[in-house]
């Protein structure tokens, strides 16, 4: 898995898809790195205003929506949603790791996970 992690992280940094430091995939991608078992009440407020935000992607959305729900693992009725967006080929390869990442979570973020994310964090 943490050689997936090194490809993965190859792959966005080749393709350009490493997100602004304000960009709401790298603020999703620093939270689930350093979450523990659920988002703290300042989290869930930009959880709350990404997914609330009608400019953004709706995959972002979903994303965000999955995360602020999450109570230790991700939600059951969220877990469809985040493997659409694992399906969908349109979805970008930092929004795949984001969204696999979080299906993937039990109580804290994979260590390969945590670290693919925390780089596309930065």
């Known amino acids: ?9 190859g792959l966005l940094l080749a393709a350009g898809t490493a997100q602004a ?21 300042e989290q869930k407020a930009t959880l709350a205003e990404i997914a609330g935000n009608e ?3 709706p995959r972002l959305r979903t994303i ?11 939600a059951e009725a969220d877990r469809e949603k985040l493997q659409a967006v694992l399906n969908d080929p349109t ?3 930092a929004m795949k790791l984001l ?5 993937r979570f039990e109580h804290q973020a994979a260590e390969e996970d945590a ?8």
């Open 91 to 93: 979805a970008n390869v």
């Open 1 to 9: 898995m943490k050689a997936l992690s090194v490809i993965v992280l």
């Open 21 to 41: 430091a304000d960009d709401p995939l790298t603020t999703m991608a620093g939270i689930v790195a350093e979450m523990e078992h659920f988002p703290d009440d």
């Open 115 to 122: 670290q693919a994310l925390a780089a596309l964090a930065q």
């Open 55 to 57: 400019k953004l992607d």
């Open 99 to 103: 969204a696999g990442s979080v299906l």
């Open 64 to 74: 965000a929506g999955a995360i602020g729900n999450m109570q230790h693992q991700p």
